[in-house]
């Protein structure tokens, strides 16, 4: 079974206007909201390719409830912890000539509640797949993706961390089995300039002799780099078409690759698979559906 | 019985930012989440003012069940039409230095919807009250409060229309038991500068000659001036006190004027009355309660 984990779930807001002029009275002329946040994305791109998949996390109130609604209604299975307190946020997206966002914080996350999700974490099982992804809330210790992989760490699980900074470099130590940096996170890590492929092999190499099995740097319409655990550097590229969207793309190159993983046990074409979903992402206008993956598996 | 009516509910979503930027990614520290529009604004004081009343107007999805749930926790009663597509909008309200408000559009509103809204308008009886407010949904013909009126215009009916320009000028003829334009909405509505209380009075007059019973002009902190069924003009101060939050004041007012002149039959206390309910929200952080309204009504 694969697993994600979004501590802060979301409902995007997405509210398209002529302009946006602050301290204004603005208004919008269409309206749209999906379920948002890092691990629920990878989650319904997983549902998208029929893999069976739970979703894990924290939600609250009329606003949580209906994350989870969404989630069922596309087909995935989710065991949330619904706190008793507060509503998961409203991510506020204007799409106007140029994009704002305004993100919520979202509900107080206690210890008492933490102590609820690693209730849950207990179910995973050796062999399983663990995606934990995106940003901690304020409220939550920044050592918890660690904290998690502690605890699992004598499990056999295939961890997939897609986090930035120390809240991914405090993880390596315990092997996670991918790793999806972007090349300018990449270079934040190591406080550095990344002028060559080369540049960006030598420090994802890094990151895999800090622990990590297999380390995937995005680039965006460049493509993107594996350097798989056996030291194999696989470079590829995305394939043609019109970038749309590209909130979700990494999350669902996350989705991709390990749905390609299970189901071939190959990392380049998992790294095949991870290309064609992102870029299915990115050229919709949410996330990929399964026919866009396949017409764009055909062109890689 | 009470009955209001509002077209476009919706949830309006207050978030809180130090700054804010637009074209960039803000994020809140703080968000809150209350059910708005001015309808929906007139039954919850009317509730805390423990005054049976029923809300009307279209709800739609997720967002609009919401709205039926917290109107019915807050002891409310509600008559809502749902929608089977769509969501009741989000109103998005920044708080930072300044206020920027982003309105969204809400559901379409169809023929048949409106049908729906008639055959519950049968339900009002002779002696009835019911608050029309708040301007008017594209999908929906701008005739709409002229043509409740008209279907409702041998029942004897209380009406209290809550809008402006032609919204308003277009019922006058039927007759409207209350009207609350501001001071700059009269001035609107005949194009004209108002420099004086006389000013007002004279505009003011113009829409009893129309055909309004009782017009009340509220002008802010200047307080309001009431021209009753009889010609008598009634200017009333507001209260002391630390103006929090304007939004509702006005709604407020009229679901004050209303519950004063039911306790009373009197035109003078119901002006009173709506002073003190408008002031009570305007020095709270969200909508009149009876404590507060009951501690202003002694300053008068």
Known sequence: MIYTVTLNPSLDYVMHLDQMNAHCVNRSNKEEIYPGGKGINVSIVLNNLRIPNKALGFIAGFTG???E???KQ???DTDFILLDRGISRINVKLEADKETEINGMGPQITPSDLKDLYIKLEQIEEGDFLVLAGSIPKS???S????????LANKNINVVVDATKDLLLNVLQYKPFLIKPNHIELAEMFNVTLNSDDDIVTYARKLQEM???NVLISMGGDGSILITNEGEVVKISVPEGTVINTVGSGDSMVAGFIAGYLKTKDLKQALKFATATGSATAFSTWLATSDKIDDLLSKL
């Open 74 to 76: 596309l087909g995935g």
């Open 65 to 67: 409830k209906e994350i």
């Open 69 to 71: 609604n969404v989630m």
């Open 144 to 151: 918890i993706y660690k904290d998690i992989m502690k605890m």
């Open 140 to 142: 939550v210790p920044d």
């Open 211 to 213: 622990g990590a099995q």
